[in-house]
């Protein structure tokens, strides 16, 4: 014996789910323009450790990539390295190094990964260039400010 849901309410149940999936998806860039500039949306990243630092900006490019574009910058001796880690669907993938700085001096980065509302991320500024055993803190690039689209009524009035 098979249980199931009337036909109307699976299609107000699935429409509810697609509803709240499309209110909690990160505002998305067009792509990037043909000369490589940031699109118009886009959210700042950064992380350091030691005498490096990381910064840029992070945006979903169509048809579902997240894009990071930066800098890893390094003042003093030494190496230091830009890692990643995706979790898709609770599946943790590798450690990707995006790029490496050896000695002072400032390298340019973009990456892109694949992107679905079940991806997360981190990045880390590591020492080294070989694993990731000596790292700042691990920072989120996966959750994205609240979209607010028009203003909020004055206190005490409803839209």
């Known amino acids: 014996m098979r249980a199931g849901l009337p036909v ?10 697609c509803g709240l999936l499309a209110a909690t998806a990160p505002a998305t860039a067009a792509s ?4 490589g500039s940031t699109p118009a949306r ?4 950064s992380a350091g450790h030691g005498s490096a630092t990381a910064a840029g900006d ?6 579902g990539n997240l894009v990071l574009r930066g800098t890893l910058s390094h003042t003093g001796e ?11 669907d609770f599946a943790p993938g590798p ?14 980065l973009t990456a892109r990964h694949a992107y679905r509302l079940i991806t ?9 260039t070989e694993d990731v055993q000596d790292c700042g ?15 909020r009524p004055p206190k005490g009035e409803t839209a």
């Open 8 to 17: 109307a309410a699976a299609a107000t149940a699935a429409a509810t789910v």
């Open 32 to 35: 990037t323009t043909a000369d």
């Open 42 to 45: 886009t959210v700042a990243w």
């Open 58 to 63: 992070r945006w979903i490019e169509q048809p």
């Open 78 to 88: 030494g190496c230091y390295s830009l890692w990643t880690r995706f979790v898709n």
């Open 95 to 108: 450690l990707t190094k995006q790029a490496e700085v050896c000695g002072p001096g400032t390298v340019a």
């Open 120 to 128: 997360t991320g981190r990045l880390a500024v590591c020492k080294g």
């Open 137 to 151: 803190p691990w920072h989120t690039i996966t959750s994205w400010p609240v979209n607010r689209d028009r203003p």
